[in-house]
């Protein structure tokens, strides 16, 4: 075997331009393929942490029929210790209640029909933290006015703040990246665009009657911190739920659909208005990490402790399907890419191949005129082309290794309008790449299949080798 | 002693149109350390009858008998070995493995025997020797000459100790004194070690060498002389 080694070994080196563009062809192969692969896989594993930390969570606690048809009426009971049986579940790390339903509310002459999610406050700032998305500024005529009549700001700086009229902001950095002032100036006077802008916003507590109505939403009903909101709708089993609720706070939602009809209250409040008094329409569940494996055990373990069959669990992917197939089908794109690039040096390989074979037909005839065994020789031709497939393999997974590691740690920031709706929605605008997982020893695989085809040609021909014909080359 | 006998060989070639009878009735026979020149036009039927002999090819009709074994009873697999371990073969182009040195090709057939490792390289390095290329041994066959790949050739044929030796034109690409010095050693190795040749050639010194002259025309045997040789 050492000595058929070395002669596969010496062969691939006979060509050695050859054996080099066929090696790098493969690298490159491999060494994209584990790049785009991994940014693929990375970018999915960030917008699903996102959106399953900000949203849905992991799993969900629901009235069985609340997924087809999601209305009051199929909420369930939840109390204190329903919720710490669930939260003593093996991987479970939080629980968070949810309420949610539909009303009319309305403000002087304004009337819009509206989403209302009833949570915990304290428990909802580990879930969706919507304290974070109080509206502290926002540019109104009246926050222009003031400025102007400070008579301070130069007219560069004045024009900046008006073509942002109207907008509202979280925080003082997003105000300051909206208006994009050149630093001399944003250190110079963006303490007082700060001060002329700010507004004042509440969060809930825990027993309050209040209510965050979402930005879009409090501009249509034309209400702000301090103003009252009239609510009129349908409670639990029918009864008629009404009320007067004062506006604690704005707050900014990145969706503009959502933040068209969003309100927000105390668990207590709405239980009491819509008439469910212990009730919830779901209960949400984070868990350690987001492998397979832990959802399936987690959703096991829990159902088991489910009072009745009336509620259920439902994965992130179940409650998402429109996410989870928009995955499915980017990654399934992604893997056609691969096979393409595969594809492509698949015949590369190949046509190295069909010349070696050409060229050594001779060669084949003598060995096996002087005494070699046919399977020795295609033992030596096999090992020649694993070799070949195995430097370039090697290489582009050693390559990747680097590159992988550093974005893994450092992700790549994004800018412009996509990094913009990424923070929006309270995400880290980055594309990090994925850890090392099945996606980086597949590609060996890849390469080991293709060689494995290859060789095919060889191997055939050196079985229908006859050494006369061979040996007149 | 008979190391090999032919017994009304035929090879006929069914072309598209016409059948070749390339070997025509031949019957032969060759004993041990015979040094014997195969001779004839091209075309003649000598490298087909080399080849036949050689087991590279099969007779269409008639018997092969090298040692006791009929050719023609051998599997392909069996044909192979049978042809490692009795018969050594030289090349006119030479043929040897182009990725291994002087001293590597000539133990390359013993490596196929299975033979160990010292014993290989014992024998290869007296073999080349003997041809004269104690020096070359590290060299690949790209940097020798051709006549100095001709003789590793013939180390590497006798590396197996076979029965016989097989050459085909073995001097058809050497210039003259090439020529000369491998016809040297070729009758040193057949005086000294007992070795039969059995070579095809156009090439008058050679065949002056040789102690039996077999003349082929149209596949069959014309002649078959026994002589002194020349020097």
């Given amino acids: ?473 | 002693m008979k190391v090999l006998e032919l017994k009304d060989v035929n090879k006929i070639y069914n072309s598209s149109m016409v059948k070749v009878h390339a070997v025509n009735d031949v019957t032969l026979d060759f004993a041990e350390a015979e040094f014997t020149a195969v001779v004839g036009p091209s075309g003649s039927g000598k490298t087909t009858l080399l080849n036949l002999i050689g087991g590279l090819d099969m007779p269409t009709t008639g018997e092969i008998i090298i040692g006791g074994t009929n050719l023609s009873r051998l599997s392909s697999s069996q044909l192979i070995d049978f042809r490692l371990n009795n018969i050594g073969f030289v090349f006119q182009s030479y043929n040897l493995i182009p990725v291994l040195t002087a001293l590597e090709n000539v133990e390359f057939i013993m490596l196929l025997q299975d033979k160990p490792k010292q014993q290989r390289q014992q024998r290869a390095i007296e073999l080349l020797t003997q041809v004269g290329l104690a020096d070359k041994i590290h060299k690949r066959p790209g940097e020798l000459s051709g006549g100095e790949q001709q003789r590793v050739a013939v180390a590497r044929a006798l590396a197996s100790k076979p029965r016989f030796i097989l050459a085909d034109e073995p001097t058809a690409n050497l210039d003259t004194k090439s020529t000369e010095n491998l016809l040297d050693i070729m009758e040193h190795l057949n005086h000294e070690e007992s070795m039969t040749f059995i070579f095809s050639t156009h090439d008058a010194r050679v065949v002056q060498k040789a102690h039996r002259v077999v003349t082929i025309e149209d596949g069959k045997v014309k002649s078959d002389i026994e002589q002194h040789p020349h020097n």
């Fill in chain 1, 1 to 473: 075997m050492k000595e058929e080694f070395k002669i596969a070994w010496r062969n691939l080196w006979r060509n050695k331009r050859r054996t080099l563009i066929t090696s790098a062809s493969v690298f490159f192969a491999v060494f994209f393929a584990v790049i785009m692969r991994s940014y693929q896989l990375g970018s999915y594993d960030h917008m699903i942490n996102n959106f399953i930390e900000s949203f849905t969570g992991y799993l969900q606690i629901q009235h069985a029929k609340y997924q087809d048809n999601p209305f009051i009426d199929n909420s369930f009971d939840y109390n204190d210790p329903f919720a710490l049986t669930i939260l003593n579940a093996d991987k479970v790390v939080s629980v968070t209640p949810h309420l949610e339903s539909f009303t009319l509310a309305s403000s002087g002459t304004q009337t819009k029909g509206v989403a209302i999610v009833a949570i915990d406050p304290v428990k909802e700032k580990n879930f969706s933290d919507p304290e974070s998305k109080l509206v502290k500024y926002r540019i109104t005529d009246e926050a222009v006015k003031r400025m102007k009549d400070t008579g301070r700001f130069p007219d560069v700086v004045m024009d900046k703040v008006v073509r942002n009229l109207g907008r509202s902001y979280t925080s003082s950095g997003r105000l300051e990246l909206e208006l994009g002032l050149a630093s001399e100036d944003n250190i110079r006077y963006m303490p007082e665009i700060l001060s002329c802008s700010g507004v004042s916003n509440g969060y809930l507590a825990n027993d309050d009657q209040g209510i965050l109505v979402s930005d879009r939403l409090a501009g249509y009903l034309k209400v702000a911190a301090g103003d009252s909101v009239i609510l009129m709708g349908q409670g639990y089993h029918g009864v008629s739920a009404n009320g007067i609720f004062p506006v604690r706070g704005i707050i900014k939602m990145p969706s503009p659909e959502i933040d068209n009809k969003l309100i927000i209250m105390t668990l207590p409040s709405a239980q009491e208005f819509f008439d469910a008094e212990g009730k919830i329409t779901s209960l949400v569940v984070n868990l350690t990490d987001k492998s397979n494996r832990t959802i399936k055990t987690a959703k096991s373990n829990i159902s088991s402790l489910l009072p009745d069959s009336n509620t259920t669990v439902r994965t992130w992917y179940e409650l998402n399907p429109i996410l989870y197939q928009q995955i499915q089908g980017d990654s399934q794109t992604g893997i056609a890419m691969l096979g393409l690039l595969y594809l492509i040096i698949f015949f590369g390989i190949f046509g190295t191949v069909l010349m070696m074979v050409s060229e050594r037909k001779r060669e084949f005839g003598v060995l096996v005129a002087i005494g070699m065994q046919k399977r020795k020789l295609k033992r030596i031709i096999t090992l020649e082309m694993m070799l070949l497939g195995a430097i370039g393999l090697v290489c582009g997974l050693l390559a990747s290794v680097p590159l992988i590691l550093y974005f893994y740690f450092y992700p790549i920031v994004l800018k412009g309008d996509l990094a913009t709706m990424m923070e929006d929605w309270g995400w880290e605008a980055v594309m990090p790449t994925a850890w090392f997982g099945p996606y980086f020893y597949w590609q060996a695989v890849i390469v080991a299949f293709m060689i494995l085809l290859t060789m095919i040609y060889p191997i055939r021909k050196i079985g229908q080798l006859k050494e006369m014909e061979a040996l007149k080359g």
